[in-house]
């Protein structure tokens, strides 16, 4: 990336808006990304304008966003876009604050036109914020006022909002959100619940992956659009979700309620593991829904199978963790520019420009990437078993997805873009590339009109680099805990301004002391005051 250089502009906006941050204990301030605000501002074509237009963005991260110094700038620049496009899809409603999918309106969204399908990936994110309200209120918009919206997809809510508390701690919050939350899964288990009793499925456009390569063999070759199974994807979800409503029954004091959910996730875990483990290919794959006891899930990889990793589901095993193997692997789910959804190797895998817009046998999905990547991190933290993966791979995966975010614009240049699926081989945005000459040249009403993936919120990205690269693992108990997955080579970053606990976060590496002046290490302030301290990487934890 080109040097940056502080305009005119950028110097108005912060001294504008930059004067009124507090600097009681800062390292970093605006004038780190400002110029990332700037460019992305005048680069882009604003047709759609929620609670923050582009002209409020600048003002809104500073007081919001944690900041983030790092040696690599593709992922840095890649970080503050994907804050950017992340404001542009909060919208204030009646029903409080809620987050986009999609900026126009499209059919298929329900109240405030909202979509549950990404809605744990957008809590994820936007737990990072430092205003809690934004989140806060969005959960309560799915578990109070979205009616059945909340289980149009598949939706880890309750892990997703257990994940939001370890930020954001507020125990008498969880207390009333807990009887929901419970109620949630109990639907889930009338509708969805397998004949065994244990397990569920699910259809694969459910879960936002339609014309998948696995729903195309359950249907006898013939690719469809909707397939119900037992997959790997909403069964870890409901483990991951089935494990948080134990831990906030625990933290409520109803510990009959969390020794219930507690053996339910063990349930759940044990008959993934049982009938969803592939062995003839090592990996988790999908079952058909009407199975019975000789069944054995069907002979196709999907990223779906690393999903369990998301939720720690997996036992700390080789047999496992050899799934990973095929994550570098071009046989397996390796191309240039992203992660393919399918395997390469198999005959339903496609890159296709034909038919549905959005298919699910080929193509990168910054969806599944995401889930990917925090199920790698988990891995890489978590278990000792790790197959033949390591955090260099990880980083490797994690750039390449920072460097997909980009988009050759109508003067041939290259600038910062998030859209829906991604040729894995050209770096092209499939949807967006068929979908604007769909109706007789141009875009398509039904399909939801002008532009209609441009800021697709549909994935994670700040997640991915405050959590699990910078390693900070947040936790409903009085700790922090720091595990960075940084290359070996880095000599520095910063992550600072990050509220937490109702406390003020800064973690520093600096190996020789000189880049920051704070000390040498790796460094923990809490308030400004220096809590936890090591000279290497490696995991640190301290009390608040």
């Known amino acids: 990336m080109r040097k940056l250089k502080i305009s005119i502009t950028s110097i108005f906006f912060l001294f504008l808006f930059g004067c009124k941050e507090n600097h009681k204990f800062h390292i970093l301030d605006s004038s780190n990304f400002i110029e990332y605000i700037v460019s992305f501002n005048q680069t882009d074509n604003e047709l759609y304008r929620q609670y923050v237009p582009n002209d409020s963005a600048f003002q809104f991260l500073?007081?919001?966003i944690p900041l983030i110094e790092i040696p690599d700038k593709n992922i840095e620049e890649t970080y503050y876009f994907r804050w950017w496009t992340f404001r542009k899809h909060i919208k204030n409603t009646e029903d409080g604050f809620v987050l986009t999918e999609f900026l126009p309106n499209v059919s298929?969204?329900?109240?405030?036109n909202t979509i549950n399908c990404p809605a744990g990936h957008q809590i994820y994110e936007g737990r990072w914020l430092r205003n809690p309200k934004y989140i806060s209120d969005y959960i309560d918009f799915w578990l109070y006022k979205s009616g059945d919206g909340i289980r149009q997809y598949s939706f880890w809510v309750a892990d997703a909002t257990l994940a939001f508390?370890?930020?954001?701690?507020n125990d008498s919050l969880l207390i009333n959100q807990l009887e929901l939350l419970l109620s949630n899964y109990e639907q889930w288990g009338k509708t969805r619940r397998d004949a065994s009793n244990i397990?569920?499925?699910q259809e694969d456009n459910k879960e936002g992956m339609e014309f998948s390569a696995s729903g195309r063999i359950l249907n006898n070759g013939v690719p469809i659009g909707a397939m119900p199974a037992i997959r790997p994807s909403m069964n870890s979800y409901m483990y991951g979700d089935a494990k948080a409503i134990a831990s906030i029954a625990e933290l409520t004091n109803n510990h009959s309620l969390s020794q219930k959910f507690e053996a339910r996730a063990i349930s759940i875990k044990q008959e993934v593991q049982n009938r969803l483990w592939n062995k003839g290919l090592n990996f988790f794959t999908v079952l058909p829904k009407t199975f019975t006891q000789t069944s054995m899930p069907i002979n196709v990889r999907e990223l779906?199978?690393?999903i369990p990793w998301y939720f720690n589901l997996p036992d700390d095993k080789i047999t496992y963790s050899n799934a990973w193997n095929k994550v570098m692997d071009t046989t397996g789910f390796y191309a240039p520019y992203g992660l393919t959804v399918c395997e390469r190797s198999h005959s339903f895998f496609e890159i296709n420009y034909s038919g549905h817009e959005c298919q699910w046998n080929g193509p990168s999905w910054p969806y599944a990437t995401t889930q990917t990547?925090?199920?790698l991190s988990n891995l890489l933290n978590n278990y000792t078993n790790k197959g033949e993966v390591s955090k260099e791979d990880y980083f490797h995966l994690l750039l390449q997805y920072a460097k997909s975010h980009s988009i050759k614009n109508e003067k041939g240049e290259n600038q910062k873009w998030?859209?829906?699926?991604?040729n894995p081989f050209t770096g092209?945005?499939?949807s967006r590339t068929r979908l604007k000459s769909w109706d007789n040249g141009t875009w398509s009403q039904e399909k939801g009109g002008v532009e209609r993936g441009k800021d697709y919120n549909h994935s994670g990205f700040c997640d991915l680099i405050i959590s699990d690269l910078l390693g900070l693992k947040p936790s409903v108990d009085n700790l922090v805990e720091i595990n960075p997955l940084i290359p070996d080579t880095w000599d520095w970053f910063c992550l600072d301004k990050v509220r937490y606990h109702d406390r003020e976060l800064t973690v520093v590496w600096d190996r020789t002391g000189k880049k920051y002046n704070k000390g040498k290490g790796l460094l923990i302030f809490v308030d400004g005051i220096l809590k936890g301290e090591t000279n290497q990487i490696e995991r640190l934890t301290c009390k608040l």
């Open 199 to 201: 397990l569920f499925w």
């Open 304 to 306: 779906i199978g690393y």
């Open 165 to 169: 508390h370890k930020v954001h701690k």
């Open 62 to 64: 500073s007081e919001n």
């Open 428 to 430: 092209d945005w499939i």
């Open 373 to 375: 990547l925090k199920g």
């Open 418 to 422: 998030i859209d829906e699926n991604l």
């Open 108 to 112: 298929w969204s329900g109240k405030h």
